[in-house]
């Protein structure tokens, strides 16, 4: 099953309408044509449809999303995929910034470029960006993998929780308590995986891994963490 | 002959600041702690009613009817919030508190007709289950944030900041960061969770007109999107939120309370509530907006008196969260155990270095009550239903108070309290609430 909606001559309201009426397995496919940069396309869709946005999006495009494959062709503006649960998002041109902000699963895939902050506070998300990524990217990021064929800009990674980035081009500048670390087996597996899954294509030898160094972990240090738990 | 003792306490170098600076000395690190600001300020106390008299027609005591009911949310949304009271239940952590503190919340309150608020750490099934109207907040740290919890919700509360630390983030310390709590956060167990100040997906106003319109596009434009911060440059951020699109509006003064925050934060920033509510409040009748944007206020509203207070300054309801705590068994020496019995702890007080009465030592997970705690042990000594029945109590003795002081100044509906209604005490007071002194007709600043 097929369905256009043109935003021409509709609204982003009466096509976020229709999704979120779609029953949770549903399938299918939406094309949706002259986004025009709108804000909040195909958000807090749950259902594993196909969504084809043909042209430039704006804000929030496929905020919440949990199951649907969204694909943009085009640029997005700010928080693409943000807090997205499953599923997978895939921008063939440029992001904005917070790309994948707070993402707790699925995947997001950027063909281009993404602005400062991608993948801030994530939180499972996998996020693979096929350009560079701008500074402050990884921010307090918590869980997932955000891998970078091109380069990262400062302040990468401050204040890492848990989540591993890889950035195969020049790191500009770690974050506070972003660390260097050496590259494994088994993250040369997983950076091939997430290239395979995102249909991009570099030597997982040549990256960097960044992790966090965890001296952050307690506010003060030098207090004993006796756990009563 | 004896020297004569000279004991002569500096102002300036007080005990407390003596304390403070020896105990610096010695740890090289600042405190942190729980609870809201614990010094004066000028508060709601200072104010009292002109009650009717031969000027004004009082109604009958608790006998006529005194309407209570109060809508939230009515600017966008499909469907308001409707309270039977103007409170609500501050967003407190499942984190901060325990699982059964947050079903007794959500008992006492379904229990009222009022609302109850999630907090940093997502939404439990206890509390979803125990709260027929529940506000979800979205906060900087997103833990646990998830789009089905959003569906759920009645209405969302973003919040920008707390009276207790604006401009700071939260701190969950490792000692009750359970496995629980862990997995709903997305982080080890045992390690300090730092809470994000900053959103991560928007940044100014202008970003927070698209982030709650896509808030309302995944709610189908069903629920109320409040937007709460802690109250430092209120007119400018009551107009800011206004313009963003905000269905309701929530202003925690200083006096609001924290699960853990540092002190210096508690006690140096912010202002309060009492100055927090007029500065709102002249900030919707500057956009026309008084009555269209509701107006939920908190920070130390503690009584009957204080909520009367606050509507009759203007707004719309409040929000209570240490009170709530303090009912629940806060500060008490003992809880009561299965068969109804006190159970003196003054001992575990003792060991956290306080005593019932003066303890703000939430940080620790280690509440004496059962009632800021992960612990498997110190959880089970407040038990929803004991909880609940407390809360309602207390909840009760507000509605009481509320009406009487609203008959008492002739008023048939709580919402119809006025300005008029109150004068101020101290000069402090009059200027900040810009009501006048007492017996006077000045006020300061006017
Ligand atoms: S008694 Fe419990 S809830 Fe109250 S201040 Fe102490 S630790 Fe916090």
């Known amino acids: 099953m097929s369905e256009t909606f043109d935003l021409k001559t509709t609204t982003v309201r009466a096509i976020n309408e229709h999704l979120h009426g779609l029953a949770p397995d549903a399938t299918g496919v939406y094309e949706i044509l002259n986004p025009n940069g709108s804000h909040n396309i ?188 | 002959m004896k020297q004569m003792l000279t004991l002569e306490e500096s102002a300036n170098y007080n005990r407390k600041i003596l304390n403070y600076i020896h105990q610096a000395s010695e740890t090289g690190v600042y405190d942190i702690r729980g609870l809201g600001a614990k010094r004066r300020v000028p508060s709601l106390d200072d104010l009292v009613f002109l009650t009717a008299s031969l000027s004004r027609y009082p109604l009958e005591g608790y006998r006529e009817k005194c309407v209570t009911k109060t809508v939230l949310g009515t600017r966008f949304a499909k469907k308001p919030i409707e309270l ?34 999630t907090g940093d750490g997502g939404m439990t099934p206890e509390e979803r289950n125990s709260s027929k109207t529940l506000v979800y907040q979205c906060l900087p740290s997103r833990y646990g944030f998830n789009p089905d919890d959003v569906r759920k919700a009645d209405a969302i509360e ?63 434009w069903k629920v109320p999107i409040y937007i709460k911060f802690g109250a430092t440059r209120v007119r400018e951020d009551v107009k800011l939120a206004i313009k963003a699109g905000a269905d309701v509006i929530v202003v925690d003064g200083m006096q609001g309370g924290t699960a853990a925050t540092q002190e210096v934060f508690i006690e140096h920033a912010g202002i309060p509530t009492l100055p927090a509510i007029r500065l709102a409040v002249e900030a919707l009748e500057e956009m026309d907006m008084l009555g269209k944007v509701q107006l939920v206020v908190s920070g130390g509203i503690r009584t009957g008196a204080d909520v009367a207070k606050a509507l009759a300054l203007g707004a719309d309801a409040v929000a209570i969260g240490q009170g709530v705590l303090m009912s629940l068994g806060c500060n008490t020496p003992h809880y009561i155990d299965a068969d109804g019995r006190p159970v003196d702890v003054t001992e575990e007080y003792q060991a956290l270095g306080t005593a019932p009465g003066y303890c703000h030592h939430c940080q620790t997970g280690l509440c004496p009550v059962g009632v800021t705690t992960q612990h498997p042990v110190l959880e089970q000594r407040m038990q929803p239903e004991w909880g609940a029945r407390r809360l309602i109590n ?39 609430a810009k009501r006048p002194l007492a017996g006077t007709n000045w006020i300061p600043g006017a």
């Open chain 1, 42 to 229: 195909a958000v807090g869709v749950d259902a594993p449809v196909e969504i084809n946005i043909r042209g430039h999006a704006g804000y929030f495009t496929a905020g919440m999303n949990k199951q649907a494959r969204v694909t943009v062709y085009g640029n997005v503006g700010w928080s693409v995929a943000e807090n997205m649960m499953s599923g997978r998002v895939h921008v063939k041109g440029f992001a904005s910034q917070c790309a994948g902000a707070s993402g707790h699963g699925g995947l997001l895939v950027i063909d281009g470029d993404a602005s400062s902050r991608c993948g801030i506070s994530m939180k499972g998300i996998d996020i693979v960006v096929g350009g560079s990524i701008g500074h402050m990217s990884a921010f307090m990021a918590q869980a997932g993998r955000l891998v970078v064929l091109g380069d990262a800009g400062k302040g990468l990674g401050d204040s890492l929780y848990e989540a591993v980035i890889y950035v195969r081009g020049k790191i500009h500048g770690l974050g506070a308590d972003a660390r260097v670390e050496d590259l494994s087996e088994e993250d040369r597996t997983q950076i091939g995986e997430l290239l395979e899954q995102a249909g991009l294509s570099a030597r997982p030898a040549e990256f960097t891994r960044v992790a966090s160094a965890r001296t952050l972990y307690h506010w003060n240090p030098t207090s004993p963490q006796v756990s009563v738990l």
């Open chain 2, 84 to 117: 039977e009271m103007p409170i609500t239940i501050a967003g407190m952590s499942f984190g901060s508190l325990s699982a059964n503190v947050k079903e007794a919340l959500g008992r006492a309150a379904t229990h009222m007709g009022i609302s109850t608020t």
């Open chain 2, 158 to 220: 973003i919040v920008v900041g707390q009276g207790a630390k604006p401009g700071g983030g939260g701190m969950l310390l490792g000692l009750k960061v359970s496995e629980r709590v862990a997995r709903m956060r997305t982080l080890p167990p045992g390690i300090d969770q730092r809470s994000a100040c900053r959103h991560p997906d928007w940044t100014g106003p202008d970003d927070l007109t698209i982030k709650i319109q896509e808030l309302r596009e995944i709610t189908d």
């Open chain 2, 394 to 432: 207390y909840l009760t003795t507000l509605k009481m108070e509320l009406t009487t002081i609203a008959r008492a100044c002739g008023k048939s509906n709580v919402h119809h309290l006025e300005r008029e209604d109150l004068v101020a005490l101290t000069v402090e007071a009059a200027a900040m």
